[in-house]
């Protein structure tokens, strides 16, 4: 239990600035949306989406299977886009079409991967010592 909760506290700054460089790199998807949003408002979007993807990804990856599937993993890109447009319709001062959402969910899905991956290898770091 501790060290899911070391990995949340882990994903949810950088979390945080995957969503800053989404917005930065990729804009609103609006043609006239301005982002004026401070860095407490990008905390509070990656807290939300840290969220978010810890309790409702589960249950929306099971009832999406079918379409994982049928598209061979594609899928699970939408499903990703569609967590982040969420998170960021739930941040006041924060939001995006859902066509970014997606491109901001590559971003972020590669963030999860590699905190992913580095707390795992200090895991069998420490079991080998």
């Known amino acids: 239990m501790q060290r899911q909760f070391l990995i949340f506290l882990i994903r949810w700054p950088l979390n945080s600035l995957g969503l800053w460089i989404a917005v930065r790199l990729l804009g609103t998807g609006y043609s006239d949306a301005q982002v004026d949003a401070s860095i407490g408002v990008f905390l509070l979007a990656g807290l939300i989406f840290s969220i978010i993807n ?28 569609f967590l982040v447009y969420i998170s960021l319709q739930l941040t006041p001062g924060l939001e995006m079409s859902f066509g970014n959402s997606i491109l901001a969910g590559i971003i972020l899905a590669l963030i999860n991967y590699v905190v992913s991956s580095v707390v795992e290898m200090n895991v069998r770091r420490k079991e080998m010592s």
């Open 54 to 81: 810890s309790i409702l990804k589960p249950i929306v990856v099971i009832l999406s299977l079918p379409a994982i599937l049928l598209t061979l993993g594609l899928f699970v890109l939408v499903v990703n886009g």
